[in-house]
T-cell receptor
């Protein structure tokens, strides 16, 4: 089966600019997660969707981050405006049986 | 609040050695524990998933154990190879109780020297 797809793989922007990331989960997976992974740390959950509804966004900086999952399939994560501390890898994962998580390759964001 | 600790942070071993990576957690109320491998610049690859009712899972040269009462999990790698060099992360799925239920450790960076 095809894995989780993410694009772009790399993005370099200047602070205060906007950026958007896209994720396509494994077909049939109802649960979708966005994580932020700062260098040297484990991933931190930003938001969890169940179909097109938000289950948990308690760690999403809502003043600058937004995410949506229209039609319960693809999802986009947006940052507007970006700050230097947003430089990280943004990982998308989808949840299969027994809540096992499958990750995409990630998007490496550099904010200058 | 659930906290996950992985020790050691980094480990270097000669090829062929058996090794153990450790993961400890503070709250034993978990649904499952998952071990991942992460290569530099890449996403996470799922290695093993242990449900809360299970004690261990095996896949090839990998064996993961879970002891909820002591808040510990170990990942055992037999006959290590240079291709095993990567960062290994453990993650817990816990009941939602006001805190995020999905918690990762910081990982153990493994280097297997040929």
């Amino acid at each position: 089966e095809a894995g989780v797809a993410q694009s772009p793989r790399y993005k370099i922007i200047e602070k205060r600019q906007s950026v958007a990331f896209w994720c396509n989960p494994i077909s049939g997976h109802a649960t979708l997660y966005w994580y932020q992974q700062i260098l040297g740390q484990g991933p931190k959950l930003l938001i969890q969707f169940q179909n097109n509804g938000v289950v948990d966004d308690s760690q999403l900086p809502k003043d600058r981050f937004s995410a949506e999952r229209l039609k319960g399939v693809d999802s986009t994560l947006k940052i507007q405006p970006a700050k230097l501390e947003d430089s990280a890898v943004y990982l998308c994962a989808s949840g299969g049986a027994y809540n096992e998580q499958f990750f995409g390759p990630g998007t490496r964001l550099t904010v200058l | 609040k659930q906290e996950v600790t992985q020790i050691p942070a980094a480990l270097s071993v000669p090829e062929g050695e058996n090794l153990v990576l450790n993961c400890s957690f503070t709250d034993s109320a978990i649904y499952n524990l998952q071990w991942f491998r992460q290569d530099p610049g890449k996403g996470l690859t799922s290695l093993l998933l242990i449900q809360s009712s299970q004690r261990e899972q095996t896949s090839g040269r990998l064996n993961a154990s879970l002891d909820k009462s002591s808040g510990r999990s170990t990942l055992y790698i037999a006959a290590s190879q240079p291709g095993d060099s990567a960062t290994y992360l453990c993650a817990l799925l816990a009941p939602r109780s006001g805190n995020t239920p999905l918690v990762f450790g910081k990982g153990t960076r493994l280097s297997v020297i040929a």
